[in-house]
């Protein structure tokens, strides 16, 4: 230093220094402005898979199926039998981000639900949602991005409460969450799920992303399926809202914008999961 100035190399040193820290604090804020405006930006799902043995259930069989007005979805067991499965790992059956984590308590117990976005055979972009319950542990917080055949918690039993084994769900409606006594408990609403999976082991995907929204589900009634079996607090889930949140300035396109306003449209017809034509 001389004459109470920087030499060049540590001007440049700082700059460089300083372009960095602005650099992370945009990227920061634009992180927190997705999160608060309840969406996450993902890319559609190339396939979906088995969340047992991956990729098609090697080691486990359906104890109990999906039939409409009956049982909503699929109960996984290895076939050890018993609580042999105890703590084997589930996996996301796509990719998507994680909406629901969390000890629901009653008879769900630890519950996650992915949401997905893919495109259906006619082109259009459409959304479901898959539910995984009664786990033992929960290794994926909301709003976290998910890849197809990743770890998202592992087998349990409710506590207890069951022999140990995976209750797995695919929902057409978006709106359910935790709170299935408000909807028909049919095709409506619900898709068998390995007829589902196996109608979309392959699908085509790019590397554009969506914004998939967080929450979307109906208000809580109260039915007891919605309380917690551990004197805790009723779960707390966003509800649907009037009007799309704000996206940042950087964020959306002509095609995010025409997206949502579909998507609500979709969502005041109650077709949820129907497909959106991609804005052209």
Same mark, same amino acid.
């Given at each position: ?15 460089? $220094? ?42 486990? &069989? ?13 109960? $996984? ?27 629901? /308590?009653?008879? $769900? ?41 990743? @770890? ?38 619900? &898709? ?27 208000? &809580? ?25 704000? @996206? ?16 609500? /449209? ?8 129907? /497909? ?5």
């Amino acid at each position: 230093m001389q004459g109470g100035s920087l030499s060049l190399q540590t001007r440049s040193r700082f700059t460089t $220094w300083t372009g960095c820290l602005l650099a992370l604090v945009l990227l920061t804020a634009g992180l927190g402005t997705a999160a608060a405006a309840g969406y996450v930006r993902c890319q559609l799902a190339d396939g979906f898979d088995f969340p047992v043995g991956k990729p098609n259930a090697e080691g486990y &069989y359906k104890s109990r199926g999906y039939w409409p007005n009956g049982h909503l979805g699929e109960d $996984w067991n290895g076939r050890g039998g018993g609580d042999s499965d105890l703590g084997a790992p589930i996996y996301s059956t796509a990719r998507g981000v994680v909406i629901i984590s969390e000890n629901v /308590g009653v008879g $769900w117990g630890n519950c996650i639900i992915v949401r997905h976005a893919y495109r259906d055979e006619t082109g259009k972009i459409a959304m479901v949602d898959s539910l995984y319950a009664h786990l033992q542990q929960r290794l994926v917080k909301v709003g976290q991005l998910v890849e197809k055949g990743q @770890l998202v918690g592992t087998m349990g039993g409710n506590n207890g409460m069951y022999l140990v084994h995976l209750h797995f769900e695919m929902r057409k409606n978006l709106r359910i969450g935790m709170n299935r006594s408000q909807f028909a408990r049919d095709n409506t609403n619900y &898709y068998s799920p390995t007829d589902f999976i196996n109608k979309h082991r392959v699908l085509p995907s790019s590397f554009q992303k969506y914004p998939i929204p967080l929450g979307l589900f109906a208000p &809580y009634g109260r039915s007891l399926a919605d309380a917690r079996s551990d004197g805790g607090p009723s779960i707390q889930v966003p509800t649907l809202p009037t009007t799309r949140p704000s @996206l940042p300035e950087t964020g959306p396109s002509a095609d995010d914008e025409d997206f949502w306003a579909k998507l609500r /449209g979709r969502l005041k017809q109650g077709k949820v999961t129907e /497909g959106i034509e991609p804005a052209r």
